[in-house]
């Protein structure tokens, strides 16, 4: 790969050998090598920057969790060495919370759950990031509801007037990288185009394009199979927020010879908290929801869908609403 150090043989590699030698080697200031010195981190709860930044945070989990693995379910990437490139890497992390940290006093309890993390890469770079972790799964492993951790994040932060402002469209960051040009056609755009006629309203769209044994992962680390279950699950979303708006942020796609065609998408929604569904009674906030999904089709559709956002981020805005 042009601009990247020999011992990679392509995107996946880079990113998984850089992902090992940070996490599990605990090489954390290889950071500083492998982040450009002022990149944006973009999470649901806000954008931080700069390798320096990241550094911190990383050691700061791995005090916490010391035994982190991260398991590599996916790479989903696009680019060439003309451009740039941008990987969507979905990790299966397995730890345990040892010591006392963001998640409150060590439990000693194992864990497992999902973060997707989607990297422009140059130069033996990644110079800017969007990640989204699923700290529903993670919080409710602990013995905590979403809701009740949100409230504490609040607390923690110092309060309603001075806590983070979770990330909307309105948060000012800086973008650094823009979508690699993609052919119309493929199974990226695809999968787009069912992701907005789903929040259009048109759930009839995914008995054409769901196998009827599709495996859907959700937020909180649930698992369900079958159409019927997953319709369910895109239908409450939608009448949570009827009347937020929903666009598609970024097209990944991979369709290798012999391989399950594969897209992911990053996404957002946003708008009133108007309706009755995931997060209990309206309450009339302001959300915005940050979402990555990948999916894999088979001969029938698709045939596995990991659908991944942040709850506790969406409840501390209603609760920043609600108190």
Same mark, same amino acid.
């Given at each position: 790969?042009?601009?990247?150090?020999?011992?990679?043989?392509?995107?996946?590699?880079?990113?998984?050998?850089?992902?090992?030698?940070?996490?599990?080697?605990?090489?954390?200031?290889?950071?500083?090598?492998?982040?450009?010195?002022?990149?944006?981190?973009?999470?649901?709860?806000?954008?931080?920057?700069?390798?320096?930044?990241?550094?911190?945070?990383?050691?700061?989990?791995?005090?916490?969790?010391?035994?982190?693995?991260?398991?590599?379910?996916?790479?989903?990437?696009i680019g060439n060495d003309?451009?740039?490139?941008?990987?969507?890497?979905? =990790? @299966?992390?397995?730890?345990?919370?040892?010591? &006392?940290?963001? !998640?409150?006093? #060590?439990?000693?309890?194992?864990?497992?759950?999902?973060?997707?993390?989607d990297c422009a890469c140059k130069n033996n770079q990644v110079y800017d990031e969007w990640l989204v972790r699923d700290q529903g799964a993670i919080v409710r492993q602990l013995g905590m509801n979403p809701k009740t951790y949100a409230a504490n994040l609040i607390e923690m932060q110092g309060g309603k007037a001075e806590c983070k402002v979770p990330f909307n469209r309105q948060t000012p960051h800086k973008v650094f990288y823009n979508q690699i040009p993609i052919s119309q056609k493929n199974s990226?755009?695809?999968?787009?185009?069912?992701?907005?006629? =789903? @929040?259009?309203?048109?759930?009839?769209?995914? &008995?054409?394009? !769901?196998?009827? #044994?599709?495996?859907?992962?959700?937020?909180?680390?649930?698992?369900?199979?079958?159409?019927?279950?997953?319709?369910?699950?895109?239908?409450?979303?939608?009448?949570?927020?009827?009347?937020?708006?929903?666009?598609?942020?970024?097209?990944?796609?991979?369709?290798e010879k012999n391989e399950y065609k594969k897209a992911s998408i990053r996404w957002s929604l946003e708008g009133k908290h108007s309706g009755k569904g995931f997060f209990s009674d309206p309450s009339q906030a302001n959300i915005h929801i940050m979402g990555i999904n990948h999916v894999e089709f088979g001969a029938r559709g698709i045939k596995n869908e990991w659908i991944l956002f942040d709850e506790t981020i969406i409840w501390k805005q209603i609760l920043l609403k609600t108190g």
């Open positions: 790969m042009k601009g990247f150090d020999g011992n990679f043989t392509d995107l996946p590699d880079y990113i998984l050998k850089i992902t090992y030698q940070i996490w599990e080697d605990k090489d954390v200031e290889s950071i500083r090598k492998y982040y450009s010195e002022d990149i944006p981190l973009r999470t649901p709860d806000g954008v931080i920057y700069g390798s320096d930044t990241v550094v911190k945070a990383t050691y700061a989990t791995l005090n916490e969790f010391p035994d982190r693995q991260l398991l590599a379910e996916d790479v989903i990437w003309n451009d740039e490139f941008l990987s969507s890497h979905r =990790i @299966f992390s397995i730890a345990t919370h040892q010591n &006392d940290g963001v !998640y409150g006093k #060590a439990t000693g309890k194992k864990l497992g759950y999902r973060v997707i993390a990226g755009t695809e999968y787009a185009s069912i992701l907005s006629s =789903i @929040f259009q309203g048109n759930f009839e769209i995914m &008995d054409k394009t !769901y196998d009827r #044994a599709v495996n859907q992962e959700q937020p909180g680390g649930f698992k369900v199979v079958g159409i019927n279950e997953v319709k369910n699950f895109w239908i409450n979303l939608k009448n949570t927020f009827p009347d937020a708006e929903f666009k598609v942020d970024h097209i990944a796609y991979l369709e």
